[in-house]
Nanobody, 120 residues
Framework: QVQLVESGGGLVQAGGSLRLSCAAS????????MGWYRQAPGKQRELVANMTICGVSNYADSVKGRFTISRDNAKNTVFLQMNSLKSEDTAVYYC??????????????WGQGTQVTVSS
């Protein structure tokens, strides 16, 4: 069974840094893209960053220059290094994996979410 397990959220002061990790478990052959969405209270879920299996990355304008996404394809893991955090980055961050090809499961999957709170 494919699962995405996130870690690394927490409380940080404005200007600080956090690193999120997400590992996809299960019998997986490949994952086309992995990335992160976030959802703040009262707002829609929005894309933060993603990266394809070939290493092509995409960022929301609001995080460019502050966040960096990376992947370890061999371990089916994606990371999000978040620097210069602002109060507006406060949200639940969700890991997602798009285009999983597995032994028994194919498709798109989401993690359970991890809270990031930036205090001003």
């Amino acid at each position: 069974q494919v699962q995405l397990v996130e870690s690394g959220g927490g409380l940080v002061q404005a200007g600080g840094s956090l690193r999120l990790s997400c590992a996809a478990s299960g019998r997986i052959f490949s994952i086309h893209a992995m990335g992160w969405y976030r959802q703040a209270p009262g707002k829609q879920r929005e894309l933060v960053a993603n990266m394809t299996i070939c290493g092509v990355s995409n960022y929301a304008d609001s995080v460019k220059g502050r966040f960096t996404i990376s992947r370890d394809n061999a371990k089916n893991t994606v990371f999000l290094q978040m620097n210069s955090l602002k109060s507006e980055d406060t949200a639940v961050y969700y890991c997602y994996a798009e285009g999983i090809i597995g032994v028994r499961e194919n498709g798109d999957f989401w993690g359970q979410g991890t809270q990031v709170t930036v205090s001003s």
